[in-house]
C-alpha cells in the first residue's frame, strides 16, 4: 500500500466532511457526523481533530498552502498581472462549483458567532490581504510596504469581491465576467496612483 502522510490524510479527511457542514450548518454537525462522512469511527476522528475549531483552523491552514502556491506562480510568471487575473477567475468558479463557496459561508456565519473561529478567518485574510499587497507591488513596480500603505483598503475590496462572486448561489458566467473586470480596474487604478506617489488616492 502507499504510504499516507498524516498531513496528506488529514487533507482526505477535510474534503470528505466539507458537504456536512454544508448540509448541517457548523454548529448543526456533530462529530459523530463528520466522523460518519470521513468513515472513520469517532475515536479515530478525534486522533486528528480534537474539536469543531481544530478542524476549522485545519482548513485555514491548507487553503493558505494553496493560496502560497497560487501567489507564488503569479510572481515567477512572465506576466505577474495575466496570471493573477486568470487565478481569480478559476479559484472563484473552483470555490463556487465546489461546496467551498457556501462552506466558507456558514465559517463566516460562526465566525460571527465564535470569538475563537473570527480569529482564524482574520488570520487567513491578513495573509491573503499580504500576498495582494505583493502582487501589487510586483505589478507597479514599487516597494512593498509602498504598496501596503497605499493600497490596504484596494486589496481588502479585492477580497470582497472575490468572497462575494465566489459564494453567490447560481453563480453566472457573467457574473465572473464582472468580478475579474472589477478586479482589473482596480489594478488599472493601483498602477496609476502608485506612478504618482504624491497623488491622492482613490479606492474606485
Request: aromatic share 6%; hydrophobic share 45%.
Amino acid at each position: 500500500d502507499t504510504y499516507t502522510t498524516p498531513d496528506t490524510r488529514s487533507r482526505e479527511i477535510l474534503m470528505s466532511i466539507k458537504s456536512v457542514f454544508e448540509q448541517k450548518g457548523f454548529d448543526g454537525a456533530s462529530m459523530q457526523d463528520l466522523a460518519r462522512a470521513a468513515e472513520m469511527s469517532v475515536g479515530n476522528f478525534y486522533r486528528y481533530f480534537a474539536s469543531k475549531d481544530a478542524i476549522i483552523a485545519a482548513m485555514v491552514e491548507h487553503d493558505l498552502q494553496d493560496v502560497a502556491q497560487m501567489f507564488g506562480e503569479i510572481r515567477s510568471s512572465a506576466d505577474p498581472r495575466a496570471a493573477f487575473l486568470a487565478s481569480m477567475r478559476r479559484e472563484i468558479l473552483q470555490h463556487n462549483q465546489s461546496c467551498d463557496g457556501s462552506l466558507w459561508t456558514e465559517i463566516e456565519a460562526a465566525a460571527n458567532r465564535r470569538p475563537e473561529i473570527g480569529q482564524i478567518t482574520r488570520r487567513m485574510e491578513s495573509d491573503v490581504q499580504r500576498y495582494l499587497i505583493e502582487t501589487f507591488s510586483i505589478i507597479a513596480g514599487r516597494p512593498a510596504p509602498e504598496m501596503e500603505a497605499r493600497f490596504a483598503e484596494h486589496a481588502r475590496l479585492m477580497i470582497v469581491i472575490f468572497k462575494g462572486t465566489a459564494t453567490q448561489p447560481g453563480l453566472t458566467p457573467a457574473l465572473v465576467d464582472l468580478a475579474v473586470s472589477t478586479i482589473d480596474l482596480l489594478l488599472d487604478r493601483i498602477v496609476a496612483e502608485a506612478a504618482h506617489p504624491d497623488h491622492p488616492i482613490h479606492i474606485v
